[in-house]
């Protein structure tokens, strides 16, 4: 089900899908996906909690990025690059519509994201502490700039904008850039 309400969320935007037609994707009738799920709202949160899923494990693979700082962005970078190209019409449906969204709907988004967020932030404070990433700089700043710009990328990446370097280019110069900005 989860999967076929990501296709419908993609295909027809976060306010445009029903659960009429998510449930006529998932190959079953709309009760079930109510006994599932007892709103849309509810089913958006879980299809967005499942795609953070590997995010999370990739983050609690490594104790700390004190060590192999550089490494550790560039694993992540191309795991997060290469998760938003996977999903790359749901995160447009997400982003286009996200300050449109209920209060309701945010809110849920904002909770179910921000563990993970606050997962890499504390990462990265740890790295901070450990004198790896030099003091003063706002970590929480710098991996959101981060993200952003990984993210950007990849959607320019379908557009009709010339470029003329491949996704792992651009991937190893936005870490090289963020490493050298960050490092103590």
């Known amino acids: 089900m989860l999967n076929a309400a990501a296709r419908t969320f993609s295909k027809d935007g976060i306010r ?4 009429r037609e998510i449930a006529k994707e998932a190959g ?3 009760v079930t996906l109510f006994r599932h799920f007892k709103s849309k709202e509810q089913l958006l949160g879980a299809v ?14 490594q104790a700390s990025w ?3 700082l550089r490494e550790n962005l560039a694993r992540y970078a191309k795991h997060y690059y ?3 190209e996977k999903k790359e019409a749901f995160a447009r449906a997400l982003i286009a519509e996200s300050g449109t969204l209920p209060e309701s709907v945010q809110t849920m988004i904002t909770r179910v994201v921000k563990p993970v967020r606050d997962r890499l932030i504390e990462m990265l404070k740890v790295a901070q502490k450990a004198g790896v990433i030099r003091s003063g700089l706002d970590v929480e700043c710098a991996i959101d700039a981060f993200k952003n710009t990984l993210c950007a990328g990849m959607l320019r990446q379908s557009s009709c904008l010339p470029r003329n370097y491949s996704a792992n280019a651009y991937i190893d110069t936005v870490v090289d850039i963020f490493f050298r900005g960050m490092e103590a």
């Open 28 to 30: 079953v009738n709309e």
């Open 82 to 84: 290469e998760h938003l």
């Open 16 to 19: 445009g899908a029903t659960t």
């Open 66 to 68: 004190g060590e192999n």
């Open 48 to 61: 967005i909690e499942t795609g953070l899923v590997s995010e999370l494990a990739l983050m609690n693979a």
